[in-house]
């Protein structure tokens, strides 16, 4: 099935509501205690939990003997409380007796060295024997649990490649030379993908090649581009192995893996086009001010994976992580904003790590929503009132983010600027690029989407291609198209460089993208650290720290923005090629955050979207949609106070008071209100003069 393919209703989540709740680990605590965990889901509006994602050794404590009466027991309980079940397969981790029996299936690090059991993810994705158990368990649990009442869907693993997402073992290697075989077919077709003539790498039978290990020098960097696409495929192989059980077991039921957000390791486009719902678990740095512009991302990205098909945010945490150099916990009203953040964005759920904090174990210092003083504890107190408001917000359930601009997401030319070791500069990464061109973008108030290089784009006016090293002829076909078509499309530096086997396009970049933006690159000029050059942007000076380009622009390509400084001075930097009702622009250069603006508030309002005047990272505003309401979120991540003019009266979901002209929201305030839908993205902004530090904080706010 495709990504962009609409669900069978009958594999839709079977909740008929925001899920509310989180991971919960019954078997590390007694059942009287499970009486006591019932009732306080209760009293929180908890509906649904995740379990039992690692518990394999107690569910099959010995090979081929299973001890399923507490698992019975629990889901019972669950279910006869309201309580809906995001119900794992159990096989996050081997057991330990599987492991011993089988010690091929341990992974390898790239220096040859087998990782041991003592932590989670102990398997290589490769092979055989764990993927046979995997199947065996996968088919076990759903053959006892797939009629259960309370099944709201299967949670397959978890969080694949966390620990695990490359393995150099002897087994990966055999996998790797299948996989390559499938790519090219012969030998010969391998040697010219790879450029084996450069430094004598020629191949002359399969078994001499091998994952890419350290070398003398620099590793073939068509090699290593493939190990991440192998690697990346390895685990979507695994990942099938499960929904191929499922699926002929619990044909109705709908089936998910939960991502970890924008990760580099997994081509997350393949993995959603396998599974009925995306599922994230997103972890914003308490400590890090503008953590939640970085979420906004990852939760665009969340929400385009099915074609703007609500999500499910399916762990989060109450309070503080344990897996930081230092865990900092959420202050008062953190978790609410942060929450719903992600439902602003289009998640259909608010689910944390954990339900009940452990006592034990490499997480017990991981907060949870019932922390270790039980129900005193305030993160219990604060997710208690989370999940009371969400029931307020049971209108905003099934509708769609609204969103003009989409940013490219492109694991290839991820992995080709941050695998490959021979390029011009290490300072310039994919990942980066995306994350400041968004920043950008969210600061100027529009929402991002994140889409394919092929698309589709329909209904954006803005596609964003912070950079794109690796680009095929569909790609640039694709582009041009929506070009063509009236879009508006601004491409960044180093994009168009080699095709999909890592060769240099003839004439050099912007390759196939050449016609479109009407530009060549003659050199990439990379900065030396602490270096610094300028632009002369329409009169407006923007700093370089790292990388510059000698570029040539064409008769018909304007010259917007000029290098004023360095080697380069005089050189144009920023060009924009109009292309009927469309336009191309392609930046030569990483510009500095704040020197983004300009540049994209012109894009923008060339494109006819709004930008917002004010540059107040703290707040943000976005709109979800049904057919007949628009249900804009107002969220105030900061600790000053905020007030926003309104383009229309609208009523407030969260506590039912209608605002006509003007919105106050306290620290880590929030707001959502409805009104009826309107032909235009609904656009506020920011009043001149904002309330007064001194001003009270609404109740709701609090």
């Given at each position: 099935?495709?990504?962009?393919?609409?669900?069978?209703?009958?594999?839709?989540?079977?909740?008929?509501?925001?899920?509310?709740?989180?991971?919960?680990?019954?078997?590390?605590?007694?059942?009287?205690?499970?009486?006591?965990?019932?009732?306080?889901?209760?009293?929180?509006?908890?509906?649904?939990?995740?379990?039992?994602?690692?518990?394999?050794?107690?569910?099959?404590?010995e090979p081929g003997v299973y001890d399923w009466g507490w698992l019975d027991r629990i889901l019972d309980l669950l279910h006869e409380n309201g309580i809906k079940i995001d119900l794992a397969t159990a096989t996050?981790?081997?057991?330990?007796?599987?492991?011993?029996?089988?010690?091929?299936?341990?992974?390898?690090?790239?220096?040859?060295?087998?990782?041991?059991?003592?932590?989670?993810?102990?398997?290589?994705?490769?092979?055989?024997?764990?993927?046979?158990?995997?199947?065996?368990?996968?088919?076990?649990?759903?053959?006892?649990?797939?009629?259960?009442?309370?099944?709201?869907?299967?949670?397959?693993?978890?969080?694949?490649?966390?620990?695990?997402?490359?393995?150099?073992?002897?087994?990966?290697?055999?996998?790797?030379?299948?996989?390559?075989?499938?790519?090219?077919?012969?030998?010969?077709?391998?040697?010219?993908?790879?450029?084996?003539?450069?430094?004598?790498?020629?191949?002359?039978?399969?078994?001499h090649i091998d994952t890419p290990k350290k070398a003398p020098g620099p590793v073939n960097p068509t090699q290593l581009l493939d190990f991440e696409r192998f690697s990346s495929d390895a685990l979507l192989e695994?990942?099938?192995?499960?929904?191929?059980?499922?699926?002929?077991?619990?044909?109705?039921?709908?089936?998910?893996?939960?991502?970890?957000?924008?990760?580099?390791?997994?081509?997350?486009?393949?993995?959603?086009?396998r599974e009925d719902v995306v599922t994230d678990d997103a972890y914003p740095e308490p400590a890090d001010p503008t953590s939640h512009i970085g979420a906004a991302l990852n939760y665009g990205l969340m929400r385009?994976?099915?074609?703007?098909?609500?999500?499910?945010?399916?762990?989060?945490?109450?309070?503080?992580?344990?897996?930081?150099?230092?865990?900092?916990?959420?202050?008062?009203?953190?978790?609410?904003?942060?929450?719903?953040?992600?439902?602003?964005?289009?998640?259909?759920?608010?689910?944390?790590?954990?339900?009940?904090?452990?006592?034990?174990?490499?997480?017990?210092?991981?907060?949870?929503?019932?922390?270790?003083?039980?129900?005193?504890?305030?993160?219990?107190?604060?997710?208690?009132?989370?999940?009371?408001?969400?029931?307020?917000?049971?209108?905003?359930?099934?509708?769609?983010?609204?969103?003009?601009?989409?940013?490219?997401?492109?694991?290839?030319?991820?992995?080709?600027?941050?695998?490959?070791?021979?390029?011009?500069?290490?300072?310039?990464?994919?990942?980066?690029?995306?994350?400041?061109?968004?920043?950008?973008?969210?600061?100027?108030?529009?929402?991002?989407?994140?889409?394919?290089?092929?698309?589709?784009?329909?209904?954006?006016?803005?596609?964003?291609?912070?950079?794109?090293?690796?680009?095929?002829?569909?790609?640039?076909?694709?582009?041009?198209?929506?070009?063509?078509?009236?879009?508006?499309?601004?491409?960044?530096?180093?994009?168009?460089?080699?095709?999909?086997?890592?060769?240099?396009?003839?004439?050099?970049?912007?390759?196939?993208?050449?016609?479109?933006?009407?530009?060549?690159?003659?050199?990439?000029?990379?900065?030396?650290?602490?270096?610094?050059?300028?632009?002369?942007?329409?009169?407006?000076?923007?700093?370089?720290?790292?990388?510059?380009?000698?570029?040539?622009?064409?008769?018909?390509?304007?010259?917007?923005?000029?290098?004023?400084?360095?080697?380069?001075?005089?050189?144009?930097?920023?060009?924009?090629?109009?292309?009927?009702?469309?336009?191309?622009?392609?930046?030569?250069?990483?510009?500095?955050?704040?020197?983004?603006?300009?540049?994209?508030?012109?894009?923008?309002?060339?494109?006819?979207?709004?930008?917002?005047?004010?540059?107040?990272?703290?707040?943000?505003?976005?709109?979800?949609?049904?057919?007949?309401?628009?249900?804009?979120?107002?969220?105030?991540?900061?600790?000053?106070?905020?007030?926003?003019?309104?383009?229309?009266?609208?009523?407030?979901?969260?506590?039912?008071?209608?605002?006509?002209?003007?919105?106050?929201?306290?620290?880590?305030?929030?707001?959502?209100?409805?009104?009826?839908?309107?032909?235009?993205?609904?656009?506020?902004?920011?009043?001149?003069?904002?309330?007064?530090?001194?001003?009270?904080?609404?109740?709701?706010?609090?």
């Amino acid at each position: 099935m495709s990504a962009e393919a609409e669900l069978q209703p009958e594999r839709r989540v079977r909740i008929d509501a925001l899920a509310f709740g989180g991971d919960y680990n019954p078997d590390q605590w007694s059942e009287q205690t499970w009486q006591e965990d019932i009732r306080l889901m209760r009293e929180a509006g908890v509906n649904m939990v995740s379990l039992p994602i690692f518990s394999w050794p107690q569910l099959e404590p010995e090979p081929g003997v299973y001890d399923w009466g507490w698992l019975d027991r629990i889901l019972d309980l669950l279910h006869e409380n309201g309580i809906k079940i995001d119900l794992a397969t159990a096989t996050a981790t081997p057991p330990s007796w599987l492991l011993r029996a089988h010690p091929e299936m341990a992974p390898w690090d790239a220096e040859g060295h087998r990782l041991e059991f003592g932590s989670r993810q102990t398997y290589c994705p490769s092979a055989p024997a764990w993927r046979e158990n995997v199947a065996r368990m996968a088919r076990a649990m759903a053959e006892r649990y797939g009629q259960h009442p309370g099944l709201a869907m299967w949670h397959i693993s978890n969080e694949y490649g966390d620990h695990v997402s490359r393995c150099w073992c002897p087994e990966s290697a055999r996998h790797f030379r299948r996989w390559l075989k499938d790519r090219y077919g012969n030998l010969d077709a391998l040697n010219e993908a790879w450029g084996v003539n450069v430094w004598g790498q020629r191949y002359t039978l399969w078994e001499h090649i091998d994952t890419p290990k350290k070398a003398p020098g620099p590793v073939n960097p068509t090699q290593l581009l493939d190990f991440e696409r192998f690697s990346s495929d390895a685990l979507l192989e695994l990942f099938q192995i499960e929904i191929d059980v499922l699926r002929e077991v619990t044909p109705d039921v709908a089936v998910t893996t939960n991502f970890m957000s924008m990760f580099r390791d997994l081509d997350y486009w393949d993995f959603a086009a396998r599974e009925d719902v995306v599922t994230d678990d997103a972890y914003p740095e308490p400590a890090d001010p503008t953590s939640h512009i970085g979420a906004a991302l990852n939760y665009g990205l969340m929400r385009s994976l099915k074609g703007g098909r609500p999500w499910l945010l399916l762990e989060s945490s109450a309070s503080a992580t344990s897996w930081r150099d230092v865990n900092v916990p959420k202050p008062p009203g953190k978790i609410r904003v942060e929450s719903l953040q992600a439902v602003a964005h289009g998640s259909d759920a608010v689910m944390f790590f954990q339900w009940r904090q452990a006592r034990y174990g490499q997480e017990k210092f991981h907060s949870s929503m019932v922390g270790h003083r039980g129900e005193r504890s305030r993160s219990f107190r604060e997710t208690r009132a989370l999940g009371h408001e969400l029931t307020r917000l049971e209108p905003v359930r099934g509708t769609r983010v609204r969103s003009r601009v989409a940013l490219v997401v492109d694991w290839d030319s991820w992995w080709g600027t941050s695998a490959v070791e021979s390029l011009p500069s290490q300072r310039l990464q994919w990942d980066q690029q995306a994350r400041a061109w968004h920043r950008a973008l969210y600061t100027l108030g529009h929402p991002v989407d994140a889409v394919r290089a092929t698309g589709p784009f329909d209904g954006y006016d803005v596609v964003l291609v912070p950079n794109l090293y690796i680009t095929t002829l569909p790609q640039a076909e694709a582009l041009t198209a929506f070009v063509a078509g009236g879009g508006h499309l601004v491409v960044g530096p180093f994009s168009g460089v080699v095709d999909d086997t890592e060769k240099v396009h003839e004439g050099g970049a912007p390759g196939p993208l050449r016609g479109l933006l009407g530009v060549e690159v003659d050199e990439q000029w990379p900065l030396p650290d602490g270096a610094a050059v300028s632009i002369d942007y329409v009169g407006q000076r923007l700093s370089v720290p790292h990388w510059s380009e000698w570029i040539e622009a064409e008769a018909d390509a304007e010259v917007r923005g000029v290098y004023d400084s360095g080697e380069l001075r005089g050189h144009p930097a920023i060009t924009r090629r109009l292309v009927g009702a469309g336009s191309a622009w392609y930046v030569s250069a990483i510009i500095e955050p704040d020197g983004m603006l300009p540049l994209f508030r012109d894009v923008l309002t060339g494109a006819g979207l709004p930008t917002r005047d004010d540059v107040d990272t703290d707040v943000e505003v976005l709109t979800r949609a049904d057919d007949d309401t628009d249900y804009t979120f107002h969220l105030n991540h900061g600790h000053t106070p905020v007030s926003f003019i309104l383009d229309r009266p609208a009523t407030d979901v969260l506590t039912g008071i209608r605002h006509t002209e003007r919105l106050d929201l306290g620290r880590y305030g929030v707001a959502v209100l409805a009104s009826p839908r309107a032909d235009h993205v609904p656009f506020s902004r920011l009043a001149p003069t904002p309330q007064s530090t001194d001003t009270p904080i609404a109740k709701e706010d609090a």
